[in-house]
């Protein structure tokens, strides 16, 4: 049996893609499409939606099914349940994200961060809660949910944010042991700085110059952004082989780094650079 036809029986017929349009969803719906999976593609933007379903189909011969939708409406569960259709997914791809921008919490409409904890939270629970009971009952299956290496600790100007990727980090691990014994895989991945249209529309600046503290913090970050085709490639490599990756070499040694620095001083990092990528000025703590 060939490592493709493996692929296909484990985490086939088809693959359920949110934010699978463009960025590292698309990446992820390239790869898997060459693996002769057929793709559902849930997005926002129809058009771009459009262009990632004609380019799959002509590249790769499968079936492309997509969908426009809001991940965070309240009837979420009903409109995926519909649009499978009764289609056998055997793979899942929480890759929904937002341009979040950056800002103090209480400079920042509550809205903006209400909608980051449906679509980061709520978004990949009522999906795994869905879709994970059928691959459960079958057997077999994968479950690829998206995190982000600003997980690792709280972050000013992105603190929602770094929140909700924390909450599918710990989450993905809580699935790893629970649905393992049924055969179905599940997968925490934990990206970087990744070049994504979404990133481009964003308010980060990766060549900001300066040599204030933001700097230093990126430099000890080391923040280098990644191409989505290698974070895609590196979280299918490992599928199966444990709850959490983190995509990069370089994010991986970064990871290692924090993990032996003190909680206080890895905030403080993450804060300072965070405000660089931004163009933001940190406040002055009244600590000093």
């Not at 380019?55 to 426009?68: D, L, N, Y």
């Not at 079958?138 to 909450?167: D, E, H, P």
């Not at 990206?191 to 204030?212: E, H, K, N, Q």
Request: charged share 20%; with cysteine.
């Amino acid at each position: 049996m060939t490592d493709e036809v493996s692929f296909q029986r484990r985490y086939g017929p088809w693959a359920l893609i949110a934010g699978g349009s463009e960025g590292i969803g698309r990446s992820f719906a390239l790869q898997l499409a060459s693996r002769g999976l057929h793709l559902i593609l849930v997005a926002r933007r129809q058009e771009r939606l459009e262009a990632t379903a004609q380019e799959i189909h002509e590249r790769f011969g499968v079936q492309v099914s997509q969908h426009a939708e809001d991940l965070t409406a309240p009837d979420l569960e009903r409109r995926l349940d519909t649009l499978v259709a009764g289609r056998e997914i055997g793979m899942l791809v929480y890759n929904a994200g937002a341009t979040h921008g950056a800002g103090l919490l209480l400079d920042t409409p509550l809205e903006d961060a209400r909608k980051l904890v449906h679509l980061n939270c709520l978004g990949p629970l009522t999906a795994v809660h869905l879709l994970g009971s059928r691959m459960r009952a079958r057997g077999r299956g994968g479950i690829i949910l998206m995190s982000s290496m600003s997980a690792l600790a709280g972050g000013g100007y992105v603190a929602t944010y770094a929140a909700t990727k924390a909450f599918d980090r710990v989450l993905a691990e809580g699935l790893w042991w629970e649905f393992g014994p049924c055969g179905v895989d599940v997968l925490g991945l934990l990206a970087g700085a990744t070049a994504t249209p979404a990133m481009a529309r964003s308010t980060v600046r990766y060549d900001r110059a300066g040599t204030t503290a933001g700097q230093a913090a990126m430099q000890k970050l080391s923040i280098t952004p990644m191409d989505p085709d290698d974070v895609a490639r590196e979280a299918l490599e490992h599928l199966g082989h444990g709850p959490i990756w983190i995509a990069g070499e370089q994010n991986r040694a970064t990871a290692e780094r924090l993990s032996r620095t003190p909680r206080e001083e890895v905030i403080r990092l993450m804060s300072e650079a965070s405000a660089k990528l931004h163009g933001l000025a940190p406040p002055k703590r009244a600590d000093g």
